[in-house]
């Protein structure tokens, strides 16, 4: 018996061993940003790496902060993500409802044919997407990142795998006690579906926040670039030369954008576990 449990603890030891240095391996590429985004340039540009600034500066942040409108892009892609999160609980939850607590002739090629967008790119329906913008006259405006977002069918799928297995007695309980599919949302769903709507809204949060094509196609100007955009005008000012790159800036706006999203993960972080686990659970 205690050769066994000596056994287990070895084991167990040797389990956390490799988990640590699994860790570790994906840890590194923040570790690195972290680091770099506070060295000075003479320490980015040596042959012999240091994980750890000998003359930690805080330079990069401050040129960040001084030398482009780093607040009006992240203010604009708050908005855009603040909107999408918003508009979500229309565009997202209602339909996801809808279709799984009625019965009517089509449902299921309605709901095989939202299933079906979520294998067609971006990318294929752009233009489409950009001429209807573009005829609305929302080219270069919050509006014109927004609109398009709202049409996303992934989160109204992971809504509506959620309330279909919700059982059916609590509906029918609902509309026994004089309530209406409505008020079955508002009052026995929404406060079921916690974990679902944490995995929702950092869907949401992220596919907006990390948006870069779209708005790299509809907005032209500061005061409408998102985040991921300016990044990239940043990226493309300086000369290809490598020695030229300002690494350390970058680095520091990397920093700063990837912040909102480790927030808003840390936040919800209990939630989407809930949803995760109850993802396994049958019965």
């Not at 060295?39 to 980015?44: Q, V």
């Not at 009517?104 to 979520?118: D, Q």
């Not at 009052?187 to 596919?207: C, D, E, H, Q, R």
Request: glycine fraction near 4%; proline fraction near 5%; charge should be positive.
């Amino acid at each position: 018996m205690r050769f066994k449990k000596n056994r287990e603890r070895l084991q167990n030891l040797i389990l956390y061993i490799v988990l640590v240095l699994v860790a570790l391996v994906f840890l590194s590429p923040l570790v690195w940003v972290v680091s770099t985004s506070f060295k000075p340039m003479n320490e980015i540009f040596t042959r012999v790496v240091h994980w750890i600034p000998k003359a930690p500066i805080l330079d990069h942040y401050v040129q960040a902060m001084t030398d482009y409108p780093l607040g009006t892009w992240m203010k604009n892609s708050f908005v855009v993500a603040g909107v999408n999160i918003l508009f979500a609980f229309v565009f997202f939850v209602m339909p996801a409802f809808a279709l799984a607590v009625s019965d009517f002739r089509g449902k299921t090629i309605l709901v095989f044919l939202m299933m079906s967008t979520l294998m067609i790119p971006r990318e294929l329906s752009a233009i489409f997407s950009y001429k209807i913008v573009a005829k609305m006259g929302l080219l270069d405006t919050t509006s014109a990142v927004v609109l398009p977002q709202l049409a996303e069918s992934i989160c109204v799928f992971l809504m509506y795998n959620f309330f279909k297995n919700v059982p059916r007695e609590y509906l029918e309980s609902c509309e026994l006690d004089g309530g209406n599919k409505l008020v079955a949302l508002l009052k026995i769903y929404l406060p079921l579906s916690g974990p679902s709507i944490a995995v929702m809204i950092i869907l949401t949060f992220v596919n907006s926040w990390n948006n870069f094509f779209w708005p790299l196609l509809v907005t032209f100007t500061e005061k409408s670039r998102t985040l991921p955009v300016g990044l990239a005008t940043i990226m493309t000012s300086y000369s290809e030369s490598s020695a030229a790159r300002q690494y350390g800036l970058l680095m520091a706006i990397s920093l700063l954008a990837s912040l909102p999203t480790m927030a808003v993960f840390l936040l919800l972080q209990r939630q989407f576990i809930e949803s995760v686990a109850a993802s396994g659970v049958k019965g």
